[in-house]
């Protein structure tokens, strides 16, 4: 199976969950980047509005074909309980006949309501798997706890 995984990370944690699931599944990874910058001001005073109306940001170029994948991973943070606006985009980027999962990640693990967002995926002829959302809130101990496993390994390694 050919298998994109495809996200948007603001402040990066989406960014490491992504690495993680392609770590685990393999395949493409793709960065999505909005056009324009957004400050950390701008981002909480307009974002959560922007993500529940569901606005379309102006994201860079995608530079891979999503109709060369069968599995779609797509992989965004939660804005005011609503995907970040960049989810927008990449959903308007899709083609028919991919299988797509659905990845959130919030601080609280909890978002509005996900089973209308994924119906409002499949209106672009794909067939929605699975969506859940993950908690990050805990996610830089989680990090550490990773971290700190590398490098055991690493040295047990080292010690034969
Ligand atoms: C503008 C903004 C709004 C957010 N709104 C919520 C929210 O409504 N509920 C929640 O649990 N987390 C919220 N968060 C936290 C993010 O969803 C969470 O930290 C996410 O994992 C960040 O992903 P990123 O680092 O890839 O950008 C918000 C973060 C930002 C920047």
């Not at 909005?34 to 922007?50: D, I, M, N, T």
């Not at 995907?83 to 959130?104: K, M, Q, S, W, Y």
């Not at 909890?110 to 499949?122: G, L, Q, S, T």
Request: with cysteine.
């Amino acid at each position: 199976m050919n298998s994109l995984i495809i996200f948007f990370s603001y402040t990066g944690r989406t960014h490491y969950e992504a690495k993680r699931l392609w770590e685990r599944v393999g395949g493409a990874l793709y960065e999505i980047w909005e056009q324009k910058h957004r400050s950390r001001l701008s981002a909480y005073l307009f974002g959560p509005g922007q993500a529940r109306r569901r606005a379309v940001p102006v994201i860079e170029p995608v530079a891979v074909s999503l109709d060369e994948y069968d599995k779609i991973y797509i992989l965004c943070p939660i804005w005011g309980g609503w995907p970040a606006p960049a989810f927008n985009a990449i959903v308007r980027e899709l083609t028919p006949g991919a299988d797509v999962e659905l990845i959130f990640t919030s601080d609280s693990g909890r978002m509005k309501d996900i089973n209308a967002v994924a119906k409002r995926v499949e209106l672009q002829g794909v067939r929605v798997t699975g969506a859940k959302v993950v908690k990050t809130e805990n996610l830089m101990k989680r990090e550490r706890r990773h971290f700190k496993k590398s490098r055991k390994t690493k040295r047990e390694a080292k010690n034969g």
